[in-house]
């Protein structure tokens, strides 16, 4: 042997979605070496493999990923740049229900849009918008304002412009390559999401919890 150490890097995401009852380490992480039959053998390594059949999320440690990875050839060490615990999702292939994923869609935009038209129409109701246009438009004019005015109608225009402009994004289009609040919100739900469960899994038995 020439004693020559084949380092290996492995990058593990916080959390991956999986079909398969095998789970494999390409799967679940990102792997680099500068051989290409080890880097190979790597990714293929099983990492778990699901018995259920229900949609679960599964907790796991990096080390049990460097153990088996160092199974496999003698001179392989491996290097974690990535999380220390990671999770699993595993969801059961389904076929897919489109008419159903649309009608969810659907509901979704209703909700969001009367929703978000109530609070516009509370907003402007306890700031009395309306009076303070007519006040306005007295002030410029020196008349009185008869029933809706240019004010209202540039008021409703740009309170669309606004929102389009604050959320970045309109149907499929970007006004920017700057990720929309929106996907930053969710973002930060998904992070907390995935450290209440890394959490949850590291007090099951020891009996904390919130009280």
């Not at 259920?52 to 080390?63: D, I, Q, R, T």
């Not at 304002?145 to 970045?168: C, K, P, R």
Request: charged share 25%; net charge negative; hydrophobic share 40%.
């Amino acid at each position: 042997m020439s004693g020559k150490t084949n380092t290996v890097y492995l990058n593990l995401s916080e959390i991956t979605e999986v079909h398969g009852k095998d789970v494999l380490v390409k799967d679940v992480a990102k792997i680099y070496c500068s051989d290409t039959n080890i880097k190979n053998k790597c990714e293929c390594v099983k990492v778990k493999h699901i018995t259920g059949e229900k949609c679960a999320c599964y907790v796991e440690s990096a080390l049990d990923v460097i153990e088996k990875l160092e199974a496999v050839d003698p001179s392989v060490s491996v290097t974690n740049i990535g999380k220390v615990e990671y999770i699993i999702d595993y969801q059961p292939p389904m076929r897919p229900h489109y008419l159903w994923q649309w009608a969810k869609t659907a509901f979704v935009c209703v909700v969001c849009f009367c929703g978000a038209a109530f609070a516009i129409m509370t907003f402007n109701n306890d700031a009395n918008v309306r009076d303070v246009f007519q006040e306005l438009y007295r002030l410029v004019t020196g008349e009185e304002a008869q029933g809706t005015t240019v004010l209202e109608l540039t008021y409703s225009i740009g309170l669309a412009l606004g929102i389009t402009v604050f959320f970045n994004h309109f149907a499929k289009w970007k006004l920017s390559t700057d990720p929309t609040p929106l996907e930053v919100e969710m973002r930060l739900y998904e992070d907390n999401i995935s450290k209440t469960l890394i959490q949850n899994d590291g007090r099951k038995e020891q009996g904390i919890d919130v009280r």
